[in-house]
């Protein structure tokens, strides 16, 4: 296999997805800035972002929720298998002694006995109260009046909503280099399946050309020999060319999110990216990693940490809360609570909650001390992503001056190896030249078209990286 076709081999496992689309086949023709605007709505990871940022916006909601009013409905029963016992010391229910005297008394004047019990200051009264089946109903609402983990709360779900976008933001500029990188590999198989099928009519009129020369006894059967096996090489890179034109278009249609059975065409051409021009801005752009998404969401990453240490600090400030309760009561001693005739008695109540730890044996202090640990851990985690993201734009441009010297240098190459083949194909036809010399050079020519479409790709992908490095995509 000759050089243009082999830098997409990779994509043969993509023929594997185009079995799972079952949508209705779409048709779309698109330049590499629609590519992109279509994947910025329908790319997995463009939805999975979407879906993360709504949650986030939902915590916010759910986090305000708590402090305002709550009203819950409630009901109990129960039954007493044995009622509660209740025992009181001395004979409560006896006769005082007061009492038992003044009667004395009176039985005396009157002379009727009075039979009274004796009075026992050793004896145990036992007794029950109440019913075997008890139900509540009613309602309760509460209100919270302060709390300092509530509003460090709301403000830490606030700020994730930020810390969401900015994700949304660095998930686009990935996606955004992904098609950028799957177009261009549409269109290098498309110039690769372009020179092949050149090839194919050069060699085909060669062949053509000497097949009537050894029919007059002017070439040998040699020379058509090698021709014919030129032919039957090339045939074959054509088929393997048109297959991987249709594995990069599947790649194509999976990063923008599209149904692998669409029909997809690209409307861009190879020199219209190559003839772009924006890279001179970009290569003298300074670079501010601080205006990088990825950046600015890990600071945020930092805010919420240290949001993590106040509301650790908030766990030890007062908590305040009001409550209000209207319930009816049943007691009876049947299960009869759904009979209107029997009496409900009302139970209502407010008031106020307050809590406030007093002493934890220096818990509290600790919990606080481990939250600065994840802070300071974050900070390090910023310090690092500029770095790393400073080094990035210092490889991609690197990269991109390397791949401008590697485009120049093949393209030379390539005005070379055109010159040479020229040259040896009039020997060739003049007699001169042997068919074994004019293939090589033609071998040649193939040789160093390949490597200028190679590194045309390895340009265009060096240019995107830049791109990404600098957060340069129009989003």
Known sequence: MSTPFKFISALAAVALLGSTQANAQQSYA?????????ALENAFAMQYAALDKSKAERDVKEVLATGLPQINLVADYSQYIDIPTQVAGGDVFGFPDYLTTFLGGVAQETGVPLEAPPVDPNAVSEFQFGQAHTANVG????????????????????????ARDRATERTADEVLKQVAEAYHLVLGAKEGLRLAEEAVLLVAESKSEITALQEAGFADAL???????????????V???????????????????????????????????????????WMSRPFNASALPGIQEQQVYLDLAGLNVTNQKAQGWPQIAAFYTNQGNAQRDAFNFFDSDEKWYPVQLWGVNFSMPLWTSFGGHQAVEKKKIEEERARIGLMQLTQAAEMEFTNAKAAFSNATAVLNN??????IAQKIYTQTEIGFNEGVVSSFEWNESRNGLLEAQGNRLGAELEWLNARVALQAALSAFEN
């Open 410 to 415: 093949a393209r030379r190459g390539e005005e």
């Open 223 to 237: 020379s058509v020999d090698r021709l014919e096996l030129a032919q039957t090489e090339l045939d074959a890179q």
């Open 30 to 38: 698109v330049s590499l800035a629609e590519a992109q605007a279509i």
């Open 139 to 162: 309602i309760q609402a509460s209100q919270l009046v302060f709390s300092g983990s509530y509003f460090v709360g709301l403000q830490a779900s606030q700020l994730f909503v930020e």
């Open 239 to 281: 088929l393997n060319a048109q297959q991987q034109v249709g594995l990069a278009k599947g790649l194509l249609a999976f990063q923008m999110g599209i149904g692998l059975a669409d029909e997809l065409s690209v409307t861009d051409r190879l020199q219209d990216l190559l003839n772009n021009g924006q890279e001179l801005e």
